[in-house]
């Protein structure tokens, strides 16, 4: 079935600085890619999605990237900031309408 | 908006009782809802996804008789965990998906999850 492989596990920034968290995929029929941010104890947020035939999206300090050539969209989060710290989840939603997560990134910031 | 709530935030049970997680879309209506679950240091895994009005569909290697799941509107999805036992001690989370028709369908919005620890 459909697989998200979704690098680093864990990425530690300091506050200011880029992080750039990256997932690749094989079924070329994808279409439409969130990311969720999760906190501890708490479930999944919505926090940016771009559809296949948009190669870039950008919303204020975050933004995503789609190639779908290369089957890989990444997420860009910039001047970061401690309260960006959490896991970060890739998702797509497989050929039997099934959204699949990787493996998430614990983001840490550091003041 | 897409606001969606899961009640109750946390529960503890004993081993053989049996509990009731609610999962409701407050401010848009639901035809499909899914539910999660995760564990600790891991990404969620799906469990069933159930539409209103008909049976849920479960993933492979989940108990139906033991995780029922009902969906008996546009805006409330309930998942009874039964006869819970320790390994059944997870974080449950649900989440909905806009009706068909709009453009965000493909959009999933979560609840605030539930933890059981069951003892």
């Known amino acids: 079935g459909e697989n998200v492989e979704q690098h680093p596990s864990t990425l530690s920034v300091q506050e200011g600085d880029s992080a750039v968290i990256k997932c690749t995929y094989s079924?070329?029929?994808?279409?439409?890619f969130p990311w969720y941010k999760q906190e501890l104890g708490k479930g999944p947020q919505l926090i940016i999605d771009i559809r296949s035939n948009v190669g870039e999206k950008k919303d204020q300090r975050i933004a995503v990237t789609l190639n779908k050539t290369a089957k890989h969209f990444s997420l860009h989060i910039t001047e970061t900031q401690p309260e960006d710290s959490a896991v970060y989840f890739c998702?797509?939603?497989?050929?039997?309408?099934?959204?699949?997560f990787g493996q998430g990134t614990e983001l840490s910031v550091k003041p | 908006g897409a606001v969606v709530s899961q009640h109750p935030s946390r529960v503890i049970c004993k081993s053989g009782t049996s509990v009731k997680i609610e999962c409701r879309s407050l401010d848009f209506q639901a035809t499909t809802m899914f539910w999660y679950r995760q564990f600790p240091k891991q990404s969620l895994m799906l469990m069933a996804t159930?539409?209103?009005?008909?049976?849920?569909?479960?993933e492979q290697g989940v108990e139906k008789d033991k995780f029922l799941i009902n969906h008996a509107s546009l805006t409330l999805s309930t998942l009874t965990v039964t006869s819970a036992h320790p390994e059944d001690s997870s974080f449950y989370i649900c989440?909905?998906?806009?009706?068909?028709?709009?453009?965000?369908?493909?959009?999933?919005?979560f609840g605030p999850g539930t933890r059981l620890t069951v003892l």
């Open positions: 989440s909905a998906s806009i009706a068909p028709g709009t453009s965000l369908r493909d959009t999933q919005y």
């Open positions: 998702a797509l939603y497989n050929q039997g309408g099934k959204l699949i």
């Open positions: 079924d070329s029929a994808s279409n439409y």
């Open positions: 159930s539409n209103e009005g008909s049976k849920a569909t479960y």
